[in-house]
């Protein structure tokens, strides 16, 4: 079974900065798709980033293109998402998913990990 534990979410101010992680166990070929989802209130849940670790590919959603990095730290089991230049629109629970998926699926755009892994999510606040 995997498990995904997610920490580092904080309030900070606009244009501030925060590294989420995600720290996972359980067989690897079971998540070997990675990434980050963020739900705000009222909203449905969003992909933000996607790394699929073996070959470095990554996604990113075009609202955080250019501003949020995800990273991958295979020896350590964890997965990383660098936020920089937040915006309050950026205000969201913040989820890390993992899945056994190909990694053009885990990384074109359109994986939703509804069949995957799910972290307990960390709460990011990014004041005006």
């Known amino acids: 079974q995997v498990q995904l534990v997610e920490s580092g979410g904080d309030s900070v101010e606009t244009g501030g900065s925060l590294r989420l992680s995600c720290l996972a166990s359980?067989?690897?070929?079971?998540?070997?798709?990675m990434g980050w989802f963020r739900q705000a209130p009222g909203k449905e849940r969003e992909a933000v980033a996607t790394?699929?670790?073996?070959?470095?590919?990554?996604y990113y959603a075009d609202s955080v293109k250019g501003r949020f990095t995800i990273s991958a730290d295979i020896a350590k089991n964890t997965v990383y998402l660098q936020m920089t230049g937040l915006k309050p629109e950026d205000t969201a629970m913040y989820y890390c998913?993992?899945?056994?998926?190909?990694?053009?699926?885990?990384?074109?755009?359109?994986?939703?990990?509804?069949?995957?892994?799910w972290g307990q999510g960390t709460q990011v606040t990014v004041s005006s």
């Open positions: 998913a993992a899945d056994s998926t190909a990694a053009s699926y885990c990384t074109g755009g359109d994986w939703t990990g509804d069949h995957g892994y």
């Open positions: 359980g067989p690897h070929y079971k998540r070997d798709c």
């Open positions: 790394i699929y670790a073996a070959i470095g590919r990554t």
